[in-house]
């Protein structure tokens, strides 16, 4: 079965820190760009970071550059999300997902209707 598993939500303070994993389960994560993707309540679910496959080059959506940073561990099948500085706005259920289409994140948005395998999400509440 072909599963994304998340994990590493929680509550945590403003200037606080989260680390999140994605791992795969029934499937290689070989050759698909994955991407992180949130919706907060009430909001569409947008597009934060996307780590490519071969070189890891990665994209960052503007509101999380210089605080968030997204790698992969090939061997471990599994990508994770470092989250510094978080603020009550990155409040959101976080999703990861596997772009089927391509191994190379595209330097300008994540296509939403690209990826294919989706995780469950988890929870991230930034809140004092």
């Known amino acids: 079965q072909v599963q994304l598993v998340e994990s590493g939500g929680g509550l945590v303070q403003p200037g606080g820190s989260l680390r999140l994993s994605c791992a795969a389960s029934g499937f290689t994560l070989d050759h698909y760009a994955i991407g992180w993707f949130r919706q907060a309540p009430g909001k569409e679910r947008e597009g934060v970071s996307c780590v490519s496959y071969s070189d890891r080059s990665t994209y960052y959506e503007d509101s999380v550059k210089g605080r968030f940073v997204i790698s992969r561990d090939n061997a471990k099948n599994t990508v994770y999300l470092q989250m510094n500085s978080l603020k009550p706005e990155d409040t959101a259920v976080y999703y990861c997902?596997?772009?089927?289409?391509?191994?190379?994140?595209?330097?300008?948005?994540?296509?939403?209707?690209?990826?294919?395998?989706w995780g469950q999400g988890t929870q991230v509440t930034v809140s004092s």
């Open positions: 997902a596997a772009n089927t289409m391509r191994s190379r994140c595209t330097d300008y948005s994540l296509i939403q209707h690209e990826y294919n395998y």
